[in-house]
């Protein structure tokens, strides 16, 4: 069962290989700072592929982002990091306990499949909530059914009149 209360209180996620995380709740506003980043780390790496490429230099283990796949990819990586970063508060299950660190953290959250199920758990709630208020769609027979008669509204008594011309 889900409850459409939103959580306020920062709460605890079980991840891959033994990883439990504390995180705040996400908001709204918590997503959108965290897509802009993404975003933006993505086009600096655009930036720095453009420049490399107009040099004559390598890429030298920079990602092929004309692949949109891999563009893709790559927002989904570092939008489970900002998540991360900006939302992780403690953690456990780490070998040499490390602080939670923005470096840590993106170091945990570059194993693989940790990062991806840290944003689909982070997300969850979210998403149920959005599901279940969009449980219910429109009906088949439009805004009026067969049991409420074939109108739900009448009609205007009176034929509209134009308005009156500026003199």
């Known amino acids: 069962m889900i409850s459409l209360k939103p959580q306020t209180e920062p709460y605890d996620i079980e991840l891959p290989y033994g990883v439990m995380v504390t995180v705040r709740p996400l908001t709204t506003a918590g997503m959108a700072v965290a897509q802009t980043a993404a975003r933006r780390r993505v086009?600096?790496?655009?930036?720095?592929?453009?420049?490399?490429?107009?040099?004559?230099?390598?890429?030298?283990?920079?990602?092929?982002l004309d692949d949109e796949a891999e563009r893709d990819g790559l927002f989904q990586d570092q939008l489970s990091k900002e998540l991360a970063i900006r939302h992780i508060v403690s953690w456990s299950g780490i070998e040499d306990d490390p602080e939670v660190?923005?470096?840590?953290?993106?170091?945990?959250?570059?194993?693989?499949?940790?990062?991806?199920?840290?944003?689909q758990k982070l997300t969850l709630q979210q998403v149920?909530?959005?599901?279940?208020?969009?449980?219910?769609?429109?009906?088949?027979?439009?805004?009026?059914?067969?049991?409420?008669?074939?109108?739900?509204?009448?009609?205007?008594?009176?034929?509209a009149r134009s308005a009156r011309k500026a003199e």
């Open 101 to 119: 660190t923005p470096e840590n953290v993106a170091a945990v959250m570059s194993l693989y499949p940790v990062g991806e199920q840290f944003l």
């Open 43 to 64: 086009e600096s790496l655009e930036s720095q592929v453009r420049e490399r490429r107009e040099s004559g230099l390598p890429l030298d283990g920079l990602p092929d």
């Open 128 to 159: 149920l909530i959005n599901a279940s208020k969009n449980a219910s769609g429109p009906s088949v027979d439009g805004i009026s059914s067969p049991a409420e008669g074939p109108d739900t509204a009448k009609g205007a008594g009176k034929k």
